[in-house]
């Protein structure tokens, strides 16, 4: 210990990472959840890679240094823009075992049986992330090769990372979570707690990384990882097998379009909710929204929240796997249908939720975890890449000799109708659990043009939030007329149907807009903070602007 002289104080450590959380550059952008992540992003562009190629390097390195969303073993969604303007999306969600059955979750007398559906193996779906990643360089990949996209993150795991505050407090929080699901030694329990700047090494997630470097896809999906991963399950009451890894397969699809005013919106359709009800809401609000007024005017708020509590409640009902069961998407979509939701919006007054639609009551929670990643390169490509292990650490179980955590994504079916999941969402038939079905998700990564023009690149983590996050920056930054700075970082609000309140973060409202709303009949209800927006703007004369969330160690690295 150095003894300083009286009256002066330590020196103050130099900072670990130095955030941006703007940028502005020319050539590229890379804005993600972590320094380190948007540093690899941009160092493959800068030797040639584009969007693609990034979004590649990004997912690995955020599988080693955001290691509670960040993932290897969950799942997610890209929305890509090519330089003539093709937008194409890619599912690699997560699929039920062939082992899962409608009742899984429930006990003999039809009940949910608390914490098994979001802890331990049995909650975890059939993870999607290594397909995608190597199904997006396939397709769309220009870099001289797979390894190289795959290095930087090998070097991170293996050589460790100085961890952020954040990071040393959510790994001290979940200690006992680790403890508990994991009768083996992990990298991420040691004696002491965890402070910044320890240093965080993860030899086994190195070598599940150099097998994938060496052999793609199959060096998660076949030998010793998948045995590491099947293992688990077979010893520890888990439903995954080889035979469901063999099968994985990751799907392109057709983004969901929305024409809205001067903009077109190209999104995440089915397994996601996003798109349709991002949709659906744009439509609902289109002719009543006040743009002069802004996003802290009492009517706009209010127009908002009603029609995503309209919104929701179709969720509820109708939504679920595309491949699997019949969505009316059309009907849905149309703006007749919209019209006709609209009917019963009184300006002066909050509807009831038990009038739109029946449902349960439903829990809240804070700190869940999704990240996502924003990415422009100068050959006027787009990606906009969302990943989720769904809660923090997924099902909290650590897969030895394998080294990643596995997602608890078969929280987001519906165990039973009607019986809320970890976001309070509540479904039916439409997402209840059936093998190699997806579980309806709410990941909503947006690109933007404006007048035909790329314009924004977006998306956040944070369950339901996510939608109407997505729609309020949007929202913001177009309509509102705000600076895309101001837009990410507005206090955000959200509506979900069930439970009937608005949620905002706390400094969402004035004290006279509180009170007006509650004499509508809104009930309000706040959370510390609503998602993690990582946005790209395109400016007039092409420059890229990048914003990363002012609530996390979120950062923009522009070149
Ligand atoms: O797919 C979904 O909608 C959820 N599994 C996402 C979870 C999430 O965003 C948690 N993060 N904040």
Not at 376 to 389: E, N, S, Y
Not at 460 to 489: D, K, R, W, Y
Request: hydrophobic share 40%.
């Amino acid at each position: 210990m150095t003894i300083l002289p009286a009256g002066r104080s330590q020196p103050s450590a130099p900072p670990l990472y130095t955030i941006e959380k703007t940028a502005e550059a020319k050539k590229g952008m890379v804005v993600t959840a972590h320094p380190l992540a948007s540093q690899v992003g941009i160092r493959i562009l800068r030797k040639g890679g584009n969007a693609a190629d990034a979004a590649v390097a990004v997912q690995f390195a955020l599988a080693v240094v955001y290691p509670r969303a960040g993932n290897l073993g969950g799942g997610g969604f890209l929305v890509h823009r090519n330089e003539e303007g093709l937008v194409r999306t890619l599912d690699f969600r997560e699929k039920a075992p062939a082992a899962a059955s409608r009742d899984m979750y429930l006990d003999d007398r039809g009940n949910v049986i608390a914490g098994i559906s979001t802890a331990g193996p049995a909650a975890a779906g059939i993870p999607g992330s290594v397909a995608g990643l190597a199904e997006t360089y396939r397709v769309l990949g220009k870099y001289k090769n797979w390894q190289a996209l795959v290095k930087p993150a090998i070097r991170l795991a293996r050589k460790g990372f100085r961890i952020t505050a954040l990071e040393a407090d959510r790994l001290n929080r979940f200690r006992p979570d680790f403890l508990t699901h994991n009768p083996w030694p992990m990298p991420f329990v040691r004696e002491k707690s965890w402070q910044e700047g320890d240093r965080l090494r993860q030899p086994e997630l190195a070598a599940t990384l150099a097998r994938i470097a060496r052999a793609g896809a199959s060096g998660f999906y076949k030998g010793p990882a998948a045995a590491a991963l099947t293992n688990v399950m077979s010893n520890h009451g888990g439903y995954i097998t080889q035979e469901d890894l063999d099968a994985y397969q990751a799907v392109w699809r057709d983004p969901v379009r929305i024409e809205w005013k001067e903009y077109t919106l190209y999104t995440m359709g089915l397994p996601s909710s996003g798109g349709i009800l991002l949709q659906q809401i744009l439509s609902m609000i289109e002719d009543q929204l006040r743009p002069t007024g802004g996003p802290r005017d009492v009517h706009n708020i209010h127009l908002i929240a009603e029609a995503e509590r309209r919104a929701f409640a179709d969720r509820a009902k109708y939504l679920g796997d595309g491949d699997m069961v019949q969505v009316p998407m059309d009907t849905l979509m149309s703006a007749a249908y919209a019209r006709r939701k609209m009917h019963s919006f009184d300006p002066e007054k909050a509807s009831r939720s038990e009038s739109i639609e029946a449902a349960g009551e439903a829990p809240t929670r804070e700190h869940f975890e999704t990240t996502h990643a924003s990415i422009v390169d100068r050959f006027g490509q787009a990606a906009a890449v969302t990943t989720t292990l769904n809660d923090n650490y997924g099902c909290k179980v650590w897969v030895p000799g394998g080294g990643y955590f596995l997602n608890n994504e078969m929280d987001d079916f519906s165990a039973k109708p009607g019986v809320p999941n970890i976001f309070g969402l509540v479904g039916g038939e439409a997402n209840a659990i059936a093998p190699a079905k997806r579980p309806l998700s709410s990941m909503t990564p947006t690109v933007v043009e404006r007048d035909g023009k790329l314009w924004l690149v977006l998306g956040t983590p944070g369950g339901s939030t996510i939608i109407t996050s997505v729609l309020q920056v949007f929202l913001n930054a177009g309509p509102f007329g705000l600076s895309l700075e101001q837009a990410v970082q507005a206090p955000r609000f959200h509506h979900q149907c069930w439970p009937d309140r608005i949620l905002s973060e706390p400094d969402a409202f004035e004290a006279s807009v509180q009170k007006e709303l509650q004499a509508m009949g809104h009930k309000l209800e706040t959370t510390a903070y609503i998602g993690l927006m990582e946005a790209i703007g395109v400016a007039r004369d092409g420059r890229f602007l990048g914003v990363a969330d002012r609530r996390g160690d979120d950062h923009a690295s522009g070149w």
